[in-house]
């Protein structure tokens, strides 16, 4: 395969396309608590067994909950900067389904550069991203990979948008255990960067995907 990468000399500052950043570090701990609590919430709903009037009475704390928090919010399109332990930095959105740091419906995957290349990163998914019994849902799976693919060519200079994806299912991937996701770029051409992963269980793959990525395409980059 050619190998032409030409990664962006600088990650784009989303605010230059008009989009608003909102920096991790600045985001409340008791907002970061409360999405915790709230993923908690929602697998506690999935599987409760709760009576009638218990059921009422929650649903009343939470329509107040709700409505509490409902009048000041962040415009869809909001992006987080977040800082890595290993220091890379990275743009993505705030509500990211699979990494968005105030998404409760995200697990959330957190990834970090691996010793031997490439990222990688630790997720455990609760019963609420069930698909067969006990299993973790294929089209989890598939975004899972979808997400640390194109970090992977995000931390590598270029990042883009996934054109493909094609996912292997191995083995099944059990829930509420811990997963490992592995991703790195294999080559590029042109604006083209190839990406490969896998997702792990006790060290054995089971899922692995490939996926396309095209890489942004930036004004006086010369990127094709
Ligand atoms: C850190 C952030 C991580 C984010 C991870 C999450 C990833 C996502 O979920 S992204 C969302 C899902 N993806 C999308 O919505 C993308 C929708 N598609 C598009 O917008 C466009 O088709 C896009 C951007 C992929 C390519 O369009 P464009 O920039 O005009 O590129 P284009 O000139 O058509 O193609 C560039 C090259 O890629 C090739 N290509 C494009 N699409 C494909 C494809 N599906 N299959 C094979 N090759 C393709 C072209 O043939 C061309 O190749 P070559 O250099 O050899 O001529």
Known sequence: MTVDAKPVAELPDPRD???????????????????????????TVAHTKAGSRELAAARE??????????????D?????????????????????????????????????TAPEGGLRGEVVLNGTYQGPPGLVHGGWLAALLDQALGSAAGAEGMPGLTANLDVNYR?????????????????????????????RHNGQVTAEGTALMVRMNLPGDGGA
Do not use: C
Not at 83 to 105: F, H, I, Q
């Open 171 to 199: 083995n099944p991937t059990p829930l509420n255990a811990p997963l490992e996701i592995t991703a790195r770029v294999s080559g590029t051409e042109r604006r083209k960067v190839f990406v490969s992963g896998e997702v």
């Open 61 to 74: 704390a939470v329509a107040a909950a709700n409505d509490r928090l409902k009048g000041d919010r962040h």
């Open 17 to 43: 396309f008009g989009l608003s950043v909102v920096p991790e570090g600045e985001i409340p701990a008791e907002l970061a608590s409360l999405v915790d609590e709230v993923r908690s919430l929602v697998d």
């Open 76 to 112: 869809i399109g909001t992006m987080v900067q977040q800082v890595w332990p290993d220091g890379r930095v990275e743009y993505g959105t705030l509500t990211n389904v699979v990494s968005g740091p105030t998404n409760a419906a995200a697990p959330p995957l957190r990834m970090e």
